[in-house]
């Protein structure tokens, strides 16, 4: 889920901020980790005045698929299972869903 905040009422702010996700896991891949988007979501809620961290569990190249395995190394499922995240945003392998159509449905 996401949190716009568009309104300049101070009470729907503070309503607002209590509702907003205080602790994010971000797995992915190299679009994650490469852009930094962990850091580039924590700035944005900072300028917002939204108290945020973020961890992730990227990998070169993974699909979900092997973020679920544990194939690459990864040790999502164990961050996952330690951590008590408010969010988790996953980002597939960018060309998933064309080179594996089916793997969508």
Do not use: C
Request: glycine share 6%; charged share 20%; proline share 5%.
């Amino acid at each position: 889920s996401a949190l716009l905040i568009s309104s300049p009422h101070p009470l729907a702010f503070a309503q607002a901020m209590a509702e907003a996700p205080k602790r994010v896991l971000f797995v992915g891949n190299s679009f994650t980790f490469y852009w930094n988007l962990p850091q580039s979501v924590i700035s944005m809620a900072r300028s917002q005045r939204i108290d945020l961290s973020a961890q992730q569990s990227t990998g070169s190249g993974a699909t979900l698929g092997e973020h679920w395995n544990g194939d690459k190394e990864l040790q999502t499922l164990d961050i996952l299972r330690a951590g008590d995240f408010d969010a988790v945003v996953l980002q597939e392998h960018g060309m998933r869903s064309i080179q594996e159509p089916d793997s969508t449905e």
